[in-house]
């Protein structure tokens, strides 16, 4: 691999609509997908839970072990779009095609 630089813009904003997610799951994909993946829903008793692609997560919020910066960079540029020390973790739940599912 050929090392390369281009510029850095800073574009440093502490943007509060931007999460950061970790999902332990080896079996979702998410790869080249554009656009809506999935839904948040908040539940009064369940929390909060995200829809992604048809699998249900619960989710865990967070601060991380350090500051974290969400970074835009093409073929000639690179610029900081977040920095953040929040951390969303999300566990499995289960499926929408899980027929036990569909009926709570």
């Not at 539940?43 to 350090?66: N, P």
């Not at 093409?74 to 599912?101: H, K």
């Given at each position: ?81 977040s920095v953040s020390d929040s951390l ?8 929408i095609f899980d027929s036990e599912l569909?009926?709570?």
């Amino acid at each position: 691999m050929s090392e390369q630089s281009f510029p850095y813009l800073p574009n440093i904003q502490n943007d509060s609509s931007m999460l950061i997610v970790e999902i332990d799951d080896d079996k979702i994909e998410l790869d080249g997908e554009v656009g809506a993946i999935g839904r948040l829903k908040c539940h009064k008793k369940e929390g909060i839970t995200f829809d992604l692609k048809g699998k249900i997560f619960r989710a865990s919020f967070g601060k991380s072990m350090g500051t974290m910066a969400i970074v835009n960079y093409g073929a000639e540029e690179a610029r900081i779009e977040s920095v953040s020390d929040s951390l969303v973790s999300l566990d499995y739940v289960g499926s929408i095609f899980d027929s036990e599912l569909l009926l709570e």
